[in-house]
């Protein structure tokens, strides 16, 4: 690999909070790659799904500001959690479509932002940047014999339109990561369903069945373990298993992918805050790959 | 001075409902160049024309406007009309007081001052217009058909049966075209190639055909009634007028791909027959196929078919080039389906049992991969829930087709029915978003399907299909009961669009003329010119044009073959004379205009160094006239004088 790349990137408050372990993982894996996160100036929530429930323009007010401090230190902006993804994509492609509306969202911002911030997830960098085959020559602990199942769930792929990370029914761009790191790459036909997003916290009736019958069709279709790029979609995913009465041996942990790619690259557990629960899935599946690293 | 007649139509209340008739006759009497204006309830009736024509004579008129509808719907009747009177086709000026105005408008006044606004442009324009003659060309009587499925065909045994002369350019090794694919054709469920044979066998012996199979048409130049066309045919490597289609050939041939008719159910050989009733009755070698030509790697039919004695295959055959010259082109290319693996939500191509509506056709056929029985791709077993899927990437502006194909509906109806009837107990579901059946018997066979042969069909869209065990686990929504629902299916069967054949944007701009926004040729005009393309001389039939059914499709070659017929039963050909013209003395040779023209009808006279026009060629577009720098292109009868003054007219009416 060349010299270092770095790339200006956005974190997010779930990252700060509740998932530090992916902002962590992905610091230190993109440091195994000779590639720097380098932390944006001044960045704010993005507003997360209330940004493009409505049609109201004030709460793109908050996502034109983050892009508009942004473009004074970059034109490319990377983030890791799809829901900030999806918001500062869409929202930087409005800004650039309709100059009528961004005159009104500007007069409360004192960034004054037309477009010009490509937003990029970590998996682009990863695909289209560096490349599967060269990450796989990076891969020092393949995790062999590793079933796991991608889960995208919404946000990293539709609309569609604006999204165009992957094919919106059929992707494969985390598939393709994970074999990359030599793990098996299990298919199964909820992985772009929805997780219940935010009635999680507030409507788990409604949230449950939908998260708990993805997990159980991963689980059915083999997965041992679930990659995931959403710290809502994690949580859904982790609280319908833990309520569920099912037998500890049926639980599903939840990873999230820069995990998997940093234990690949050789990073110990502790560097990427796996815990013990994910880990145990992990060593029981890939026991031979694993040695190495925990030795 | 010219004397001009101003007529006003009421069009019953068309016009009158919202124009003051009375008054913009009045306002026009007053012009100092109208000598006489009256109006009629009806002016294109027999005694509306009446009224005109005694008028050019008793007030001695030498120029006619007509303030009635657009000039494209009855300009040619009135320039007629004072044609008999007596008066030159072209001292004639329609305003446009119906579409442009009265249609338009609400408001009475407006619209009254407008229409007498354009009433006063014309009889500017028509008091600069010049007589002109038609120009006349000498027409080649013969008939290009471009395309050999039921369009090409129908339309070259018009052509034909008339007395006439036709190619027909096929690019296959036979004609057919998709309708030869099919099992049934609905609503009647007659077997499509009990009736598409004959058809067929027709051609083939018809004296004024002469076929071209695997042949396309490479340039096309000259102009309506005139067009000389250069065709490639592929390389004959089986003699048609020797094989006898014994088949000898192919039981020795070692080389096996997938088989188009089949849809690729079946597999067939590099030299291969396209199907039983094909026409040419002779086999085809398929160089891309073959093991080897050049340098030699097999040439096993060869010897197989001189050891018979008949030797029919030359293998170093070579490709032919054929000058055609004809004076009408009707292009009949056809479509294909839209592909299915770019509707990923489906699995088509990732599930076996996941297939297209023509696959199914072709297990529906008695020639078929499975001789009609319908079997599972996956292990051949007799499926027993079948899910057809309508308007499969249709209907979608913002990832597929936006358009609609007209036909799914029915076929998919048949479909259902032909599974009915061959797998009683079994079940068909239709998912569905509306039923388009608009045709004689149409709706009554979809009503027949769902009310007597139980066919479920369900009003709503498919999300999601994938595998689960040996089933197809259909999850779709029912919006009439507001139920998502979850089908275990053992096959289903996409309805997918029409879109035009690869090749027809190419041929497009080969003959020079435009496709719409979807890639189907276009029409002249979508209500009144729907045979013909934009350019003259050239015709549309089939789904090349839009979506179409085979008895829509059928009537289109009829109209297409009769328009053809039109222009090459006469030895000389009119054209409009509306054309440019060059003031030798302005025009200093520059040759910008050459490159502006669509029709390519200017070129540089090498020795007098000045433009000229081939007449015959232009269509009075005006594009050069405007790129010219000099000013010495006009348009006859639309110059930049007559337009100044129509704009004068206009500004400041009288």
Same mark, same amino acid.
């Not at chain 2, 600069?128 to 339309?155: C, K, N, Q, S, Y």
């Not at chain 2, 018009?158 to 099992?183: C, F, P």
């Not at chain 2, 160094?609 to 050069?624: L, M, W």
């Not at chain 2, 000099?630 to 639309?638: D, E, Q, T, V």
């Given at each position: 690999?060349?010299?270092?790349?770095?790339?200006?990137?956005?974190?997010?408050?779930?990252?700060?909070?509740?998932?530090?372990?992916?902002?962590?993982?992905?610091?230190?894996?993109?440091?195994?790659?000779?590639?720097?996160?380098?932390?944006?100036?001044?960045?704010?929530?993005?507003?997360?799904?209330?940004?493009?429930?409505?049609?109201?323009?004030?709460?793109?007010?908050?996502?034109?500001?983050?892009?508009?401090?942004?473009?004074?230190?970059?034109?490319?902006?990377?983030?890791?959690?799809?829901?900030?993804?999806? !918001?500062?994509?869409?929202?930087?492609?409005?800004?650039?479509?309709?100059?009528?509306?961004?005159?009104?969202?500007?007069?409360?911002?004192?960034?004054?932002?037309?477009?010009?911030?490509?937003?990029?997830?970590?998996?682009?960098?990863?695909?289209?940047?560096?490349?599967?085959?060269?990450?796989?020559?990076?891969?020092?602990?393949?995790?062999?014999?590793?079933?796991?199942?991608?889960?995208?769930?919404?946000?990293?792929?539709?609309?569609?339109?604006?999204?165009?990370?992957?094919?919106?029914?059929?992707?494969?761009?985390?598939?393709?990561?994970?074999?990359?790191?030599?793990?098996?790459?299990?298919?199964?036909?909820?992985?772009?369903?929805?997780?219940?997003?935010?009635?999680?916290?507030?409507?788990?009736?409604?949230?449950?069945?939908?998260?708990?019958?993805?997990?159980?069709?991963?689980?059915?279709?083999?997965?041992?373990?679930?990659?995931?790029?959403?710290?809502?979609?994690?949580?859904?995913?982790? !609280?319908?298993?833990?309520?569920?009465?099912?037998?500890?041996?049926?639980?599903?942990?939840? !990873?999230?992918?820069?995990?998997?790619?940093?234990?690949?690259?050789?990073?110990?557990?502790?560097?990427?805050?796996?815990?013990?629960?994910?880990?145990?899935?992990?060593?029981?599946?890939?026991?031979?790959?694993?040695?190495?690293?925990?030795? | 001075?010219?004397?001009?007649?101003?007529?006003?139509?009421?069009?019953?209340?068309?016009?009158?409902?919202?124009?003051?008739?009375?008054?913009?006759?009045?306002?026009?009497?007053?012009?100092?160049?109208?000598?006489?204006?009256?109006?009629?309830?009806?002016?294109?009736?027999?005694?509306?024309?009446?009224?005109?024509?005694?008028?050019?004579?008793?007030?001695?008129?030498?120029?006619?406007?007509?303030?009635?509808?657009?000039?494209?719907?009855? %300009?040619?009747?009135?320039?007629?009309?004072?044609?008999?009177?007596?008066?030159? /086709?072209?001292?004639?000026?329609?305003?446009?007081?119906?579409?442009?105005?009265?249609?338009?408008?609400?408001?009475?006044?407006?619209? =009254?001052?407008?229409?007498?606004?354009?009433?006063?442009?014309?009889?500017?324009?028509?008091?600069?217009? *010049?007589?002109?003659?038609?120009?006349?060309?000498?027409?080649?009587?013969?008939?290009?058909?471009?395309?050999?499925?039921?369009?090409?065909?129908?339309?070259?045994?018009?052509?034909?049966?008339?007395?006439?002369?036709?190619?027909?350019?096929?690019?296959?090794?036979?004609?057919?075209?998709?309708?030869?694919?099919?099992?049934?054709?609905?609503?009647?469920?007659?077997?499509?190639?009990?009736?598409?044979?004959?058809?067929?066998?027709?051609?083939?012996?018809?004296?004024?055909?002469?076929? $071209? /199979?695997?042949?396309?048409?490479?340039?096309?130049?000259?102009?309506?009634?005139?067009?000389?066309?250069?065709?490639? @045919?592929?390389?004959?490597?089986?003699?048609?007028?020797?094989?006898?289609?014994?088949?000898?050939?192919?039981?020795?041939?070692?080389? *096996?791909?997938?088989?188009?008719?089949?849809?690729? $159910?079946?597999?067939?050989?590099?030299?291969?027959?396209?199907?039983?009733?094909?026409?040419?009755?002779?086999?085809?070698?398929?160089?891309? #196929?073959? +093991?080897?030509?050049?340098?030699?790697?097999?040439?096993?039919?060869?010897?197989?078919?001189?050891?018979?004695?008949?030797?029919?295959?030359?293998?170093?055959?070579?490709? *032919?080039?054929?000058?055609? *010259?004809?004076?009408?082109?009707?292009?009949?290319?056809?479509?294909? $389906?839209?592909?299915?693996?770019?509707?990923?939500?489906?699995?088509?191509?990732?599930?076996?049992?996941?297939? =297209?509506?023509?696959?199914?056709?072709?297990? $529906?056929?008695?020639?078929?991969?499975?001789?009609?029985?319908?079997?599972?791709?996956?292990?051949?077993?007799?499926? /027993?829930?079948?899910?057809?899927?309508?308007?499969?990437?249709?209907?979608?502006?913002? =990832?597929?087709?936006?358009?609609?194909?007209?036909?799914?509906?029915?076929?998919?109806?048949?479909?259902?029915?032909?599974?009915?009837?061959?797998?009683?107990?079994? @079940?068909?579901?239709?998912?569905?978003?509306?039923?388009?059946?608009?045709?004689?018997?149409?709706?009554?066979?979809?009503?027949?399907?769902?009310?007597?042969?139980?066919?479920?069909?369900?009003?709503?869209?498919?999300?999601?299909?994938? %595998?689960?065990?040996?089933?197809?686990?259909?999850?779709?929504?029912?919006?009439?009961?507001?139920?998502?629902?979850?089908?275990?299916?053992? +096959?289903?069967?996409?309805?997918?669009?029409?879109?035009?054949?690869?090749?027809?944007?190419?041929?497009? #701009?080969?003959?020079?003329?435009?496709?719409?926004?979807?890639?189907?040729? &276009?029409?002249?005009?979508?209500?009144?010119?729907?045979?013909?393309?934009?350019?003259?001389?050239?015709?549309?039939?089939?789904?090349?044009?839009?979506?179409?059914?085979?008895?829509?499709?059928?009537?289109?070659?009829?109209?297409?073959?009769?328009?053809?017929?039109?222009?090459?039963?006469?030895?000389?050909?009119?054209?409009?004379?509306?054309?440019?013209?060059?003031?030798? @003395?302005?025009?200093?040779?520059?040759?910008?205009?050459?490159?502006?023209?669509?029709?390519? &009808?200017?070129?540089?006279?090498?020795?007098?160094?000045?433009? %000229?026009?081939?007449?015959?060629?232009?269509?009075?577009?005006?594009?050069?006239?405007?790129?010219?720098? #000099?000013?010495?292109?006009?348009?006859?009868?639309?110059?930049?004088?007559?337009?100044?003054?129509?704009?004068?007219?206009?500004?400041?009416?009288?």
């Amino acid at each position: 690999m060349e010299e270092m790349r770095s790339y200006l990137y956005f974190p997010g408050c779930s990252l700060r909070t509740v998932a530090k372990d992916f902002d962590t993982s992905a610091k230190a894996s993109a440091r195994a790659l000779d590639l720097e996160l380098r932390e944006m100036q001044g960045w704010l929530c993005c507003g997360a799904v209330f940004t493009n429930l409505t049609e109201n323009l004030i709460t793109q007010a908050g996502p034109s500001r983050i892009l508009g401090r942004a473009q004074a230190e970059g034109n490319t902006l990377v983030t890791l959690c799809a829901g900030c993804y999806n !918001v500062l994509r869409r929202s930087s492609q409005r800004a650039e479509l309709n100059r009528i509306n961004q005159d009104q969202i500007n007069a409360f911002n004192e960034e004054r932002y037309y477009g010009g911030v490509t937003v990029l997830h970590l998996l682009e960098i990863l695909r289209d940047k560096i490349g599967f085959e060269e990450i796989a020559k990076a891969v020092k602990a393949p995790l062999q014999g590793l079933p796991v199942g991608a889960y995208y769930g919404c946000l990293l792929l539709r609309p569609f339109r604006e999204m165009r990370l992957d094919d919106p029914h059929r992707p494969s761009i985390i598939e393709k990561l994970l074999m990359s790191l030599g793990a098996t790459a299990i298919d199964y036909p909820s992985r772009t369903e929805c997780c219940g997003s935010y009635l999680g916290v507030g409507s788990s009736e409604i949230a449950k069945p939908l998260s708990s019958g993805i997990v159980q069709s991963a689980r059915s279709c083999g997965a041992k373990l679930l990659a995931v790029s959403c710290p809502l979609c994690k949580y859904n995913l982790e !609280v319908c298993q833990n309520l569920s009465t099912s037998a500890d041996t049926d639980f599903v942990p939840v !990873v999230y992918f820069t995990q998997l790619l940093g234990l690949a690259l050789g990073l110990q557990p502790e560097q990427l805050e796996l815990n013990s629960q994910q880990l145990h899935a992990i060593r029981s599946c890939a026991r031979t790959a694993l040695g190495k690293v925990s030795q | 001075m010219k004397r001009v007649g101003v007529f006003v139509c009421h069009c019953g209340l068309n016009i009158a409902g919202t124009v003051d008739i009375k008054q913009v006759v009045e306002q026009a009497s007053k012009h100092p160049d109208v000598a006489y204006a009256v109006d009629h309830r009806y002016l294109c009736s027999e005694p509306g024309q009446t009224l005109i024509k005694d008028a050019i004579r008793q007030h001695n008129l030498h120029a006619v406007v007509v303030a009635a509808c657009s000039p494209a719907m009855h %300009e040619v009747t009135f320039r007629n009309l004072i044609q008999t009177a007596g008066l030159n /086709r072209h001292q004639c000026e329609i305003a446009n007081i119906r579409e442009q105005c009265s249609w338009v408008h609400d408001d009475n006044t407006t619209a =009254t001052s407008k229409a007498h606004i354009a009433v006063h442009q014309s009889v500017e324009k028509v008091k600069l217009d *010049e007589p002109l003659d038609p120009i006349t060309v000498p027409v080649t009587r013969r008939v290009l058909v471009i395309g050999g499925g039921i369009a090409g065909i129908r339309a070259a045994l018009d052509v034909a049966n008339s007395g006439y002369q036709v190619y027909l350019v096929e690019k296959t090794g036979s004609i057919g075209g998709r309708m030869a694919q099919l099992s049934e054709t609905f609503p009647t469920l007659d077997c499509s190639i009990c009736i598409l044979g004959p058809l067929m066998a027709e051609v083939y012996r018809n004296p004024n055909i002469k076929l $071209l /199979r695997l042949s396309h048409v490479e340039e096309v130049n000259g102009y309506v009634g005139n067009f000389k066309v250069r065709v490639r @045919q592929e390389p004959q490597y089986v003699d048609v007028t020797k094989c006898n289609s014994c088949g000898e050939c192919t039981k020795v041939c070692p080389a *096996e791909v997938p088989n188009e008719f089949d849809s690729g $159910l079946t597999w067939r050989k590099a030299i291969y027959i396209p199907f039983a009733q094909a026409v040419p009755p002779a086999y085809v070698l398929d160089a891309k #196929s073959c +093991l080897g030509l050049l340098p030699r790697a097999c040439g096993e039919c060869e010897k197989a078919c001189n050891k018979l004695g008949m030797s029919c295959i030359n293998l170093d055959a070579a490709p *032919e080039a054929h000058e055609l *010259e004809v004076g009408a082109i009707i292009s009949a290319t056809g479509y294909e $389906l839209y592909d299915a693996a770019r509707l990923s939500e489906y699995g088509f191509g990732i599930y076996p049992n996941v297939m =297209t509506s023509l696959e199914f056709e072709r297990m $529906l056929s008695a020639s078929g991969p499975t001789s009609g029985l319908i079997r599972r791709p996956s292990d051949g077993h007799v499926p /027993r829930e079948v899910v057809f899927i309508q308007c499969a990437g249709q209907r979608e502006p913002e =990832t597929a087709l936006p358009y609609c194909s007209k036909i799914c509906c029915m076929y998919t109806a048949r479909h259902a029915m032909m599974f009915h009837h061959k797998v009683p107990d079994g @079940q068909a579901y239709v998912f569905y978003m509306d039923i388009r059946a608009g045709g004689k018997g149409y709706e009554e066979f979809v009503k027949r399907c769902q009310e007597e042969k139980g066919l479920l069909y369900l009003r709503g869209r498919v999300a999601k299909i994938y %595998e689960e065990g040996d089933k197809l686990v259909v999850k779709g929504v029912d919006t009439l009961s507001g139920k998502i629902l979850e089908i275990r299916a053992d +096959l289903v069967v996409l309805a997918l669009g029409m879109v035009p054949s690869q090749g027809s944007r190419q041929l497009a #701009s080969i003959l020079k003329t435009s496709l719409d926004a979807n890639g189907f040729f &276009a029409e002249a005009h979508p209500k009144l010119r729907p045979l013909e393309s934009p350019t003259s001389g050239i015709f549309l039939a089939g789904a090349g044009q839009a979506p179409k059914d085979i008895p829509e499709t059928v009537a289109q070659a009829s109209g297409a073959a009769s328009k053809a017929l039109n222009l090459v039963s006469h030895t000389t050909l009119e054209r409009e004379p509306t054309v440019a013209k060059v003031t030798d @003395q302005f025009c200093s040779g520059c040759g910008i205009c050459i490159p502006s023209c669509p029709y390519e &009808a200017l070129s540089l006279n090498n020795s007098t160094k000045t433009i %000229e026009v081939t007449e015959a060629v232009c269509e009075g577009c005006g594009t050069c006239v405007a790129s010219c720098p #000099s000013g010495a292109l006009s348009l006859r009868n639309m110059t930049d004088s007559q337009l100044v003054s129509m704009i004068t007219a206009a500004v400041s009416p009288k």
